[in-house]
């Protein structure tokens, strides 16, 4: 995609709208609050007027000037369930969104083979709230994820094959990947690891 989408779109609060404030006239500005976002004007405290959003339906919020580049209509903001991203003015006919951040990257594949399937790979993702996780490359035919960096090796206790980087106070410790057994290791056998 040849063009760049203005980033200061998504700064805090007080982005005006086209849309005119019905009480006196003024701008209407997005603001957020505890309920999401909300368009208030922006001659507040002197005119109270509000315009509640749309129970976060996916409703659009800005027209953002830059082609999908999947079918070239225009992407634009959305308000959903779990915050804005941009998508598809097209929608439903097209499907593309990114988050807010840019396009999702590719997630590159570890050298760490899944310890459950055997088949796939572990790769970086990131949860709705933007916490990274690590995941089988085979989903939704495997399931296996781990919160914290894997780690090729073997649990000394159970045999499990996949570690696990965890920070404590004491520095870095390596603990079976296996919920079940959560062993960490001792410090001459994460050391050789390494």
């Known amino acids: 995609m040849s063009s760049k ?3 200061q779109l998504f700064s805090s609060t007080g982005k005006a709208s086209e849309e005119p404030c019905p009480k006196c006239g003024k701008p209407l500005v997005i603001r957020h609050g505890k309920h999401g976002p909300f368009l208030g004007c922006s001659d507040y405290p002197t005119c109270d007027y509000i315009k509640t959003s749309h129970n976060n339906d996916g409703h659009i919020v800005k027209e953002l000037g830059v082609p999908c580049p999947e079918c070239g209509h225009e992407l634009v903001l959305r308000q959903g369930r779990y915050g804005m ?7 439903p006919d097209c499907h593309h969104i ?6 999702d990257e590719e997630p ?3 050298d760490i083979v899944c310890p459950e399937c055997g088949k796939g790979h572990l790769i970086e993702r990131k949860n ?7 995941a089988c490359d085979q ?7 781990v919160n914290q960096p894997p780690v090729a090796g073997v649990c000394e206790k159970c045999g499990f094959p996949l570690l696990v ?11 079976c990947a296996d919920r079940k057994c959560g062993h960490i290791q001792s410090q001459e056998t994460s050391s050789d690891e390494q």
């Open 108 to 110: 590159v594949a570890s």
């Open 128 to 134: 709705r709230f933007g916490k990274m996780f690590y």
């Open 5 to 7: 989408i203005d980033q």
């Open 139 to 145: 989903y939704p035919k495997c399931k296996f994820a």
């Open 85 to 91: 991203f941009i998508g598809c003015s097209n929608y």
């Open 165 to 175: 980087e965890k920070k404590t106070a004491q520095g870095v410790k390596y603990q």
């Open 98 to 103: 990114e988050s807010i951040d840019g396009p």
